[in-house]
C-alpha cells in the first residue's frame, strides 16, 4: 500500500488514480499510524512553500515523513511536494523544508522566459535511475511551478529541463525520489514513472 499524503495542499485524488491504473494500491491519508505502515509514500502538493509546511506541522507530519524516509521506506515528491523535500525555500520571505535532501529551492531566473513555467518540458536523464528505467535519453513531462530546486550534491540530479535556465526536474538519493513536474498529468511517461515507483515499494522489504 502507498500513501498519498493528505495535508490539504495537492491533487491527490489525480495522484491516487493514477498510481492504482499503473497496478498500485493507493490511499489518501493523513493518519500517523497508516502511513507508518504504508510500503511507500507519495507526497504531492501545489502551492506555496512555507503555508505547505506549516500544514505538515499542524498535523504532525512533518516528524512522520522525516522519520519513514530514515528507515529506508521510498518517498516519492511530486511538484511543491518535491521542493518540501530539501533544507528550505526562499518563497514568500522563505522556510525550513523537510531537509531529507540537501539544497534549498529558489525562484527560477527565466532569463525573460514566462513565470510561472507551465507546460511539457523535455527533461534530459543525466543518469541512471529506478524511478526511470525504460526511458531513453529523454522524456516530455508537464511542469508548473516558479520555483526550482537546487541540490546541494549533484549526484542526486537524475534528470534536468531548461526554462531561461537548466534545473533539476527528477531527482534521487536512495529511498528518497524527487519529480519537479505532475506524472500523473504527463501521459504515457509520467504514468510509466509511477509504475517504476510503485515496483520500487513492492521491492522493499517489509
Known amino acids: 500500500m502507498i500513501a498519498v499524503v ?11 488514480k493514477a498510481l492504482a491504473h499503473v497496478g498500485g494500491t493507493a490511499v489518501i491519508t493523513r493518519d500517523h499510524d497508516e502511513i507508518r505502515s504504508a510500503g511507500g509514500i507519495v507526497l504531492p502538493g ?5 503555508r505547505a ?3 505538515l506541522r499542524e498535523l504532525g507530519l512533518e516528524g512522520v515523513l522525516r522519520e519513514r524516509a530514515a528507515a529506508g521506506v521510498p518517498l516519492l515528491g511530486i511538484c511543491l511536494g518535491m521542493q518540501l523535500l530539501f533544507d528550505a525555500s526562499s518563497e514568500h520571505g522563505g522556510a ?3 531537509g531529507v535532501l540537501g539544497g534549498d529551492v529558489a525562484y527560477l531566473d527565466t532569463a525573460g522566459e514566462r ?5 511539457w518540458n ?3 536523464l543525466r543518469r541512471a535511475s529506478r524511478l526511470t528505467v525504460g526511458f531513453g535519453d529523454s522524456a ?6 516558479s520555483l526550482a530546486c537546487l541540490p546541494a550534491e549533484q549526484a542526486d540530479v537524475v534528470g534536468t529541463a531548461e526554462h531561461g535556465t537548466v534545473f533539476a526536474s527528477i531527482v ?3 529511498n528518497v525520489f524527487g519529480a519537479q513536474f505532475h506524472p500523473e498529468k504527463s501521459s504515457r511517461d509520467g504514468l510509466r514513472l509511477l509504475e517504476n515507483f510503485v515496483g520500487i515499494c513492492a521491492r522493499v522489504p517489509a
Open 6 to 16: 493528505d495535508y490539504g495542499m495537492g491533487n491527490r485524488r489525480s495522484v491516487e
Open 46 to 50: 501545489v502551492g506555496a512553500f512555507p
Open 53 to 55: 509546511m506549516d500544514n
Open 96 to 98: 525550513v523544508g523537510l
Open 115 to 119: 513565470l510561472p513555467h507551465i507546460g
Open 122 to 124: 523535455l527533461v534530459t
Open 140 to 145: 516530455a513531462f508537464y511542469h508548473v511551478h
Open 172 to 174: 534521487e538519493r536512495d
